[in-house]
Each structure stands twice: as structure tokens, then as C-alpha cells.
Nanobody
């Protein structure tokens, strides 16, 4: 009932910037939080940044001061501006959201949804 689609990944040189986008669609009543996670080959998935409906943000220590998460509430979209990229930022980046939605029977519930991911590769 809810889909998340990421875009904006690619190959960049170290020190450059990229901006990721994630658009949520479907039967959305409200979005409680939106976040970016990443997973590098051979490593566990880790939280990069989160934006809550209350407006608070939180970042992984490794990206503080370089990455900025923001949202366009009217479009149910979350962005991740990534500056001063490093080779260690190379990973598949996944969008995640906690969404209040309804079933086809009209039952209201809260679910966790994930996008399919977008690849970010930073060359040295």
C-alpha cells in the first residue's frame, strides 16, 4: 500500500556532492519519520540520518557536518544532501519510512516501509 522510490545515486569523486531523493506514495495518512540507511559490501546496514514528524533530526557520527536530511512534506519526499563525500561513503543507500496507512478494509495501522536502494560510489 505504500511505496518508497529512491533516486540520485551515482559515481562521484571524493570531495564532491550528491543529493538523494526518496518519494513515498500510496495510501498515506501521515508520515511519522523518514530516514536514510546505507549498507556497504560485507557490512551491516547502518542508520545515516533520520527526520521525524516533529522536525528533529539525527545523524550518524561519521556523516555529521557533511550530510543534511530534509523533507518536502507536501510531496512526501525526503532528501539527503551529501557533501565532501569520501570513499568510505560508498554503499547502497536505502530510504525508510514509518507511515500511518489504512488497509483495503479501512483499518488504520502504522507500518515500516523500505525502498529498493540506490547505489553511491565514491572514487578516491
Amino acid at each position: 500500500q505504500v511505496q518508497l522510490v529512491e533516486s540520485g545515486g551515482g559515481l562521484v569523486q571524493a570531495g564532491r556532492s550528491l543529493r538523494l531523493s526518496c518519494a513515498a506514495s500510496g495510501r498515506i495518512l501521515s508520515i511519522e519519520s523518514m530516514a536514510w540507511h546505507r549498507q556497504a559490501p560485507g557490512k551491516q546496514r547502518e542508520l545515516v540520518a533520520v527526520f521525524t514528524s516533529g522536525g528533529s533530526t539525527n545523524y550518524a557520527e561519521s556523516v555529521k557536518g557533511r550530510f543534511t536530511i530534509s523533507t518536502d512534506n507536501a510531496k512526501n519526499t525526503v532528501f539527503l544532501q551529501m557533501n565532501r563525500l569520501k570513499p568510505d561513503d560508498t554503499a547502497t543507500y536505502y530510504c525508510a519510512a514509518v507511515v500511518t496507512t489504512t488497509s483495503t478494509a479501512g483499518v488504520r495501522y502504522q507500518g515500516n516501509y523500505w525502498g529498493l536502494g540506490t547505489q553511491v560510489t565514491v572514487s578516491s
